[in-house]
């Protein structure tokens, strides 16, 4: 079989040549060659040792040199290229104690990971096919390099990567392979959560996501990495209108998008893994009262917490639990499902409404009960959205017709009173376009005690509103019971009292 390599990797392993030392393209480009792949990353391997290799060539990045890799930079892109080697005592499942670099390419290969990235490749010998990477790729076969429980326990990340390219490529796992993952899943514990969110990653916007999440679930890889979600793992939503049980309902939603962008996609499918893990919290049978919004706002929060811990950007972040949020939010009826609603939304969610839609459109589309009733009403709310898009509306601070400086001129004070009067105006403006006119704001505003937007925000003095009532109706309760509880005990006293004088009388 002849690949094509591009020039620079070409380039790369002439010069190594020309030198006197074995190259080599090894791993993920063969394979994907093999394959019918397009492949983007390009690693080569050879016998000249770390030294030669920076002497060899004028432009490298020797941040990996320890372990035997250089970063060889041609026009402008980085190539890998690692000394053949055997890897020494690995420390806590994570990575080898010591490097020892070898002449033999056979013997590098056997330290990788996986046979389908164990193949190797040059123009002049071909491929290179020690540990039938190949019959493997033939047979849509995931099979360890050697003994299974050996790679594993060297580095467990490699069960991920695992149950990751099963899921990529549609293969199966090799039975030894797939039960020496259930039998060493609690080394996943030992990965640091940034390559473990790397692989999350890669198995979110696969297209056969459902497939490894399952591997994920039945090897418990994931009762180790996210047992918020693995806790989920047939749990009912008992009266809620759905047919799944909250795990699989979950895998249902994430299979129903599959967006053209990465980034989005991501994001989307991150939203859709983590949006009901709240539901393993709390339980619905005791708790009668507790509302859809509410499990969203325990998922919301434990979801920054997940994602944290991966390491996830903090834009990513924010987005991914703003979704969460939202995700039950949809009119009850289609009548309800009118422009001012969807405007709010639009002001609350900014750019993430259209990803919103397409998360509530995910949700519904996973119920047994008022299903096509819910579908009109998304519809409906995308066809809102496209109009309000191409109208000129008000939806944020910066859409009024007055600013901070203005309300300054009129006697506020810098401060969130400010924000506080500014959002009162801007909820005025979604209802009624007209009324953000500059004169229109001011007058109103003129006609408002301006206290009641000092420090706490109007929601805030509501809810402390309702505190202080609550609190007032618990003490006249209190009162009451005291004055229950004092007649009772002057009853008591009063019956001991009769009682005694029974006693004497009787005594006499």
Known sequence: MEIKLNNNVKEIINRLNENGFEAYVVGGAVRDYIMGRVPHDFDICTNALPNQIIEIFDDVI??????????????????EVTTYRKDGKYLNARKPESVDFVDELVEDLKRRDLTI??????????????????????????????????????????M??????????????????????KQNYKLIEKVSPMRFQKELNEILVSENVADALYNLKDTKILECVIPELYNCIGLKYDNLEHSYDVFTNTIECIKRINNEDYDINLKLRLALLLQDIGMSEVNLEQEETLKLCDVSEISAKLAKGILTKFGYSINLKKDVVKLI?????IPANIDECTEEYVKRQMSELKELYPLYLDVIEANVNTKSKDREENIKIVNEMRLLYEKLSNEKITLQFSDLQINGNDLIKMGFKPGKNIKNA???????????????????????????????????SIADKKDILDIITQNEKLYIEKEKIEFECKAQEETLNLSQKLYLGYENMNNL
């Open 62 to 79: 020797t941040i990996g040199i320890k372990y035997g890799t250089a970063g060889v930079i041609v026009d402008n892109k980085e190539y």
């Open 325 to 329: 949020k939202y995700h039950n939010t």
């Open 117 to 158: 990235n164990a193949i190797a490749y040059n123009e002049s010998d071909g491929i290179v096919d020690p540990l039938g990477g190949i019959a493997d790729i033939n047979s849509k076969v995931i099979k360890a390099v050697g003994n299974p429980e050996e790679r594993f326990r060297e580095d467990a990340i490699r």
């Open 160 to 181: 991920i990567r695992a149950i990751r390219f099963a899921s990529r490529f549609d293969f199966n796992i090799e039975n030894n392979t797939y039960n020496a993952i």
């Open 422 to 456: 500014l959002q009162d105006l801007l909820e005025h403006s979604i209802v009624d376009e007209s009324f953000n006119e500059k004169e229109n704001m001011i007058a109103y505003l003129n006609t408002q005690d301006i206290s009641k937007y000092d420090d706490l």
